[in-house]
């Protein structure tokens, strides 16, 4: 099991960025496969981007290719969400989740650990 605890939420305009961290503990943190995802307003809960076990191969959603980079560091047993450009759309509460099969899937329901989620409002 591993427990989860995203930081670095907060206010941005427009166009500007914002980095996203997620802190893991728990078991070895190198066997999760990790994914962002977000739910905003009034809106279902859906897939941002995803890192395999390694950090080599990363996915992301269309809406946010281009402007947000997942990495990862095992050593420090963290996960980050480095987003730019940010746009009033992106406004929405940040998960990270841990899937231990390491599917690298882009649905939540692989993912069986996650974070109390992150609050991000871009003002236009």
């Known amino acids: 099991q591993v427990q989860l605890v995203e930081s670095g939420g907060g206010l941005v305009q427009a166009g500007g960025s914002l980095r996203l961290s997620c802190a893991a503990s728990?078991?070895?943190?190198?066997?999760?496969?990790m994914g962002w995802f977000r739910r905003g307003p009034g809106k279902e809960r859906e897939f941002v981007g995803g890192i395999s076990r390694s950090g080599g191969n990363k996915y992301y959603a269309d809406s946010v290719k281009g402007r947000f980079t997942i990495s990862r560091d095992n050593a420090k047993n963290t996960a980050s969400l480095q987003m730019n450009s940010l746009k009033p759309e992106d406004t929405a509460v940040y998960y990270c989740?841990?899937?231990?099969?390491?599917?690298?899937?882009?649905?939540?329901?692989?993912?069986?650990?996650w974070g109390q989620g992150t609050q991000v409002t871009v003002s236009s």
């Open positions: 728990g078991r070895t943190f190198s066997i999760y496969t």
């Open positions: 989740a841990a899937d231990p099969r390491g599917y690298g899937s882009r649905s939540q329901d692989t993912y069986d650990y």
